[in-house]
């Protein structure tokens, strides 16, 4: 026993030292690299990944301003996960927006227009099943 003792505590010895090793990781560019603003995103999910598109809206008016109007929804980019990197993104965003209302207190969502009656009303949240 006093074998197995002594070699559990060499093993918990060199231990901490290969820790202290670590990984460095470098965060690198390439020239082609480019930030975008968008103001949604908008995706799904397969069995095998999950795909959000970052999209920014542009409102085009058409005729009078009693006609209807178009808003052109531009996908900027994509971003495809797989399974994991998509959880591990949920928990990297829960983290750092409960940080950020600690400081700056919560994130307010916009309050949406009082509607005409005759309007109809339209469900505006995005259905995230399947493909954009």
């Excluded at 030292?17 to 799904?44: D, L």
């Excluded at 399974?83 to 927006?97: D, G, K, M, N, Y």
């Excluded at 700056?104 to 099943?129: C, M, N, Y």
């Amino acid at each position: 026993m006093t074998e197995d003792i002594e070699s559990r505590e060499n093993i918990e010895s060199v231990a901490p030292k290969k820790a202290k090793k670590g990984i460095t990781i470098e965060f690198v560019k390439p020239e082609n690299f480019r930030q975008i603003y968008a103001i949604g995103a908008a995706g799904g999910h397969s069995p095998y990944d999950f795909r959000i598109g970052f999209y920014n809206d542009t409102p085009k008016l058409f005729g009078d301003a009693s006609e209807s109007r178009v808003i052109q929804r531009r996908i900027e980019t994509e971003v495809i996960l797989s399974p994991v990197a998509a959880l591990e993104l949920s928990r990297w965003l829960t983290q750092h927006i409960n940080e950020y209302e600690s400081v700056f207190g919560p994130i307010a969502r916009a309050i949406p227009r009082q509607r005409k009656e005759s309007a109809k009303l339209v469900d505006e949240s995005t259905d995230l099943q399947g493909y954009i």
